[in-house]
């Protein structure tokens, strides 16, 4: 593996930490991108890499990612986030969620972890045993916020479509709108209803295709082979799996009005910002249009330690401002001609104190 220092993607992190416990199996690295505006969060994600290189990237890259996502919901946190290296059997112990836990623990707070691709609710109950610093544990009663943060992460990124649908296709209904959705999971899957009960026809992808094809049955739709979804023609694409999917060829593929999803790092690099907006397709920055899982996640976590629980209407409330901030980052974008990704990243610099 590269010295994490002289990867391209690091960026002034002000921790990476390298974590192995040998009794457990454990090995995991936890990046700190920022704590400027409090102490960082971000989820965990529990992934196999055929290259050791790859986890060092998705951990910088995310962290990054989320610090910008943070600061632009504006949410008291900084941007962390950790990755587990998981064998190719994808194996999961109780031992390496304590190992886990006990790292977590052992930066005293300046790190708060919750749930990410291959993590659950259970598994951060687990984690939840050896350290104070995890959010996205279950909550009871009615009017409370909490636990699996991805519906309200699928919540947000349904909002942000309406309003690029508003914005690029003048359309204030999503009645007919074709969207593709990539990933049917616990997000992607979310949005996929949410948009069906307003009326929008659906093309599914999912890399686990009877997924794909169960809500396609469920939905009364149609699903396709996931590498086929990119080159549909539809109004919208709704990436939700994992990132770095729009690279020369992924955008060249893309045959759609507007690229709006949950998956983080959409972008392979910052020119592919700049290839969507030659061809005229709207892009929502992923960041932003997805930060509705962590605005639960730091909402439930802070009421935690204030001995009280998160109220869900707050966390509605909040929800609610991402299409406004989506719009504001558009109108600069129209007004200045400088891609909507670029637009983002400089609003979200300066909040972090790095513009």
Known sequence: MTAFWAEPDFDAHEC??????????????????STHCGPAAGGTRFWHYNDPAGAMRDALRLSRGMSYKNAMAGLPMG?????????????????MLAAFGDAVEALGGRYITAEDVGITEADMVAVAQRTAYVSGLPVAGAGNAGGDPGPFTA???????KAAVRHKLGKDSLAGVH??????????????????????????ADIHSERAAGLARELGCQAVASDAIMSVGCDVFSPN???AILDDAGVARLDCAVVAGGANNQLA??????LLAERGILYAPDYVINAGGIISVTLEYLARR??????????????????????SIWAESDATGVPADVVADRMAQKLIGRG
């Open 179 to 204: 969207v593709a959705v990539q990933g049917t999971g616990s997000v992607g899957g979310g949005v996929a209803r949410l948009l069906a009960k307003e009326g929008a026809r659906l093309t599914l």
């Open 306 to 327: 204030a001995g009280a629980s998160a109220d869900i209407n707050e966390v509605r409330r909040r929800l609610a401002q991402i299409p406004g901030r989506l719009e």
């Open 269 to 274: 690099r910052p020119e592919h910002g700049v």
């Open 241 to 243: 799996a994992l990132g």
């Open 16 to 33: 990476v930490q390298l974590v192995h416990d040998r009794k457990s199996g454990l090995t995991a690295i936890i990046a700190i991108h």
């Open 155 to 161: 919540m947000g990124i349904f909002l942000g479509i």
């Open 79 to 95: 941007g962390g986030k950790a990755v587990i290296l998981a064998d190719e059997q994808r194996i999961k112990t109780p031992e």
